[in-house]
């Protein structure tokens, strides 16, 4: 019990973490574009440790969330990678490329999580096939780049981080669920 505590209580943190980049991406605290990702890079290094751990906390054998395994380990990288790039190297339309590549990522993971929650029997599989499908449709609008100005990158990574946030602090509730009532089957049959 204390260890599904645990992996609940990190997926809330991650999405409080996300909720407050996205409103410093929605307010524009910062007058330089340098300090937008430095500060996207701290809290994706963070973000994805504690999927990391909230992952290898689960100590369920019939189910073990991959993507979130894949999701730590994504935003790591892209956490590295905004914190380490140089500025000379970093171009903001750049930046659209990989937000689209992580939110296209994200996308192919949460629908396939969403397939086998409801193999799993799971009652609200669909929230993760929804925030999958709108992943998806936020990659293809950062990948098209329908708007190529500095404005409308930190207005999207915004919306972004919102639906990242959303996603995790639901996603608590739904493994919480699947747990109580993959249990009462078992006592059942």
Request: net charge positive; hydrophobic share 50%.
């Amino acid at each position: 019990m204390e260890k599904k505590r645990t992996s609940s209580i990190l997926y809330i943190l991650i999405g409080i973490a996300f909720l407050v980049l996205a409103f410093v991406f929605f307010f524009s605290f910062f007058n330089h574009f340098r300090t937008y990702w430095v500060v996207s890079g701290v809290t994706l290094l963070f973000c994805g440790a504690f999927y990391l751990i909230a992952f290898f906390e689960n100590k369920r054998g019939y189910f073990r969330p991959g993507w979130v395994l894949n999701q730590g380990l994504i935003e790591l990288l892209f956490g590295c990678w905004l914190l380490f790039v140089t500025y000379d190297e970093l171009n903001y339309k750049d930046c659209f490329l990989v937000f689209g590549f992580w939110a296209a990522f994200t996308a192919v993971t949460q629908i396939t999580a969403s397939i086998q929650l409801k193999a799993l029997e799971v009652r609200n599989w669909w929230w993760m096939l929804t925030f999958g499908i709108f992943n998806l449709a936020v990659g293809i609008v950062y990948l098209i780049r329908p708007f190529s100005s500095m404005a409308s990158l930190l207005m999207l990574c915004g919306v972004y981080y919102v639906v990242c946030c959303l996603c995790t602090v639901l996603e608590s509730f739904l493994y919480r669920k699947k747990t109580y009532s993959y249990r009462s089957k078992e006592n059942k049959g």
